[in-house]
T-cell receptor
Framework: EPEVTQTPSHQVTQMGQEVILRCVPI?????FYWYRQILGQKVEFLVS????????KSEIFDDQFSVERPDGSNFTLKIRSTKLEDSAMYFC????????????FGPGTRLTVT | GQNIDQPTEMTATEGAIVQINCTYQ??????LFWYQQHAGEAPTFLSY????GLEEKGRFSSFLSRSKGYSYLLLKELQMKDSASYLC??????????FGSGTKLNVKP
């Protein structure tokens, strides 16, 4: 069964460093998403991406964040200058269709900022 | 963001039926997802409701009332493996997703 994959599974970085989290969505999916979940808290929407551009972003997704689909398979989230409060699990998800589409989540990348 | 409210925790017995409620703000609302999340794992899709009424899928059913800003997830014939968090998530403005804090369901023998 096709699945969303994410690398790395765990990333430790120092405050102020840039990190890139990588995702490979399911191959025939067209809609891509990033979410984060701080330990013990709710899942928070960051951004949705369709047709090579951002369709919607949340208040969390400020200038420190960017997304890219550099080729036909990868979907990346970059955090330019990490802060302690960026420590969280970051989930990538993909869907065939937009708002009504069943979103398949990847296993997540645990980001720890020290 | 939009307020999505659901109970923090519930306990039920194996074999029983449990209903997990969710209320949400109706302005800009398009539809509602339910996800299951086991501890330390990613959410997995359970259901999506856009129209009023009940949708049944095996042991799980989901209900939506758009006018009341209310949904519930009904789990029948509870099994121990159903112990997990259940997340209610609203879709707003067609492409913005807001999650509730999740309801931790404990299933006891």
């Amino acid at each position: 069964e096709p699945e969303v994959t994410q690398t790395p599974s765990h990333q430790v970085t120092q405050m102020g460093q840039e990190v890139i989290l990588r995702c490979v969505p399911i191959s025939n999916h067209l809609y891509f998403y990033w979410y984060r979940q701080i330990l013990g808290q709710k899942v928070e929407f960051l951004v949705s991406f369709y047709n090579n551009e951002i369709s919607e972003k949340s208040e969390i997704f400020d200038d420190q964040f960017s997304v890219e689909r550099p080729d036909g398979s990868n979907f990346t989230l970059k955090i330019r200058s990490t802060k302690l409060e960026d420590s969280a699990m970051y989930f990538c998800a993909s869907a065939i269709s937009g708002q009504q589409g069943e979103q398949y989540f990847g296993p997540g990348t645990r980001l720890t900022v020290t | 963001g939009q307020n999505i409210d659901q109970p923090t925790e519930m306990t039920a017995t194996e074999g029983a039926i449990v209903q997990i409620n969710c209320t949400y703000q109706t302005s800009g609302f398009n539809g509602l997802f339910w996800y299951q999340q086991h501890a330390g794992e990613a959410p997995t899709f359970l259901s999506y409701n856009v129209l009023d009424g009940l949708e049944e899928k095996g042991r799980f059913s989901s209900f939506l009332s758009r006018s009341k800003g209310y949904s519930y997830l009904l789990l029948k014939e509870l099994q121990m493996k159903d112990s997990a968090s259940y997340l209610c998530a609203g879709v707003y403005n067609f492409n913005k997703f807001y999650f509730g804090s999740g309801t931790k369901l404990n299933v006891k023998p």
